[in-house]
């Protein structure tokens, strides 16, 4: 059986988009149980800790330990669900309004030109955290691809995480 990567048609930006984040979770092995999911253990820590930039009352907006680009935002319901089907009208109305925050922050903070917004729906999908719902807000600006992503799987990221952290927070709307 083909794997969907395998079929024709696909964007090649978008191949190259998850790929990085997702290789790490791949080298580690399985997916992490409930009690040790990363989007569940973040907002019981500090948010300079979790690298959380803003919490909602429903959702709660985290910086991505394996950026595809700088500023690269996950958005996430506090509830452990895996897909957004199974997220609440409140879930669903929040996680959109701060994805919405997360653009104006990062093209303010930013000045990004563009962006690619999505949610991998499953393993198979491109999930590296299939278990816990997180919408990805990944900031662009011309010419920010270059070759590394596609000879070395890797890509510089030219700021830290929690200097950029720091930048989006104090930038985040009252
Ligand atoms: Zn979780």
Same mark, same amino acid.
């Given at each position: 059986?083909?794997?969907?990567? &395998?079929?024709? +048609?696909?964007? $090649?930006? @978008?191949?190259?988009?998850?790929?990085?984040?997702? #290789?790490?979770?791949?080298?580690?092995?399985?997916?992490?149980?409930?009690?040790?999911?990363? %989007?569940? #253990?973040?907002?019981?820590?500090?948010?300079?800790?979790? #690298? =959380?930039?803003?919490? /909602?009352?429903?959702? @709660?907006?985290?910086? $991505?330990? @394996?950026?595809?680009?700088?500023?690269?935002?996950?958005?996430?319901?506090?509830?452990? =669900?895996?897909?957004?089907?199974?997220?609440?009208?409140?879930?669903?109305?929040?996680? /959109?309004?701060?994805?919405?925050?997360?653009?104006?922050?990062? +093209?303010? *903070?930013?000045?990004?030109? +563009?962006? $690619?917004?999505?949610?991998?729906? /499953?393993?198979?999908? /491109?999930?590296? =955290? !299939? +278990?816990?719902?997180?919408?990805?807000?990944?900031?662009?600006?011309?010419?920010?691809?270059?070759? %590394?992503?596609?000879?070395?799987?890797?890509?510089? =990221?030219?700021? #830290?995480?929690?200097? *950029?952290?720091?930048?989006? !927070? &104090?930038?985040?709307?009252?």
């Amino acid at each position: 059986m083909q794997e969907s990567w &395998q079929l024709p +048609g696909v964007p $090649n930006s @978008f191949q190259h988009l998850w790929t990085p984040h997702r #290789l790490v979770y791949i080298k580690q092995g399985q997916q992490p149980s409930e009690e040790e999911c990363p %989007f569940c #253990l973040a907002p019981a820590m500090q948010d300079d800790e979790a #690298l =959380i930039v803003h919490r /909602g009352k429903h959702a @709660f907006v985290i910086l $991505n330990l @394996f950026p595809y680009n700088s500023g690269h935002l996950l958005v996430c319901p506090y509830r452990h =669900i895996a897909t957004y089907d199974l997220a609440t009208p409140v879930e669903v109305s929040e996680i /959109g309004l701060l994805t919405q925050q997360a653009m104006t922050v990062l +093209g303010k *903070v930013g000045r990004s030109h +563009g962006f $690619n917004i999505g949610m991998n729906q /499953g393993e198979v999908a /491109g999930a590296g =955290i !299939a +278990g816990h719902l997180h919408q990805h807000v990944v900031p662009r600006w011309l010419n920010d691809s270059n070759f %590394f992503p596609i000879i070395a799987e890797t890509k510089a =990221i030219p700021r #830290l995480l929690g200097e *950029v952290r720091d930048e989006l !927070a &104090q930038a985040w709307p009252k």
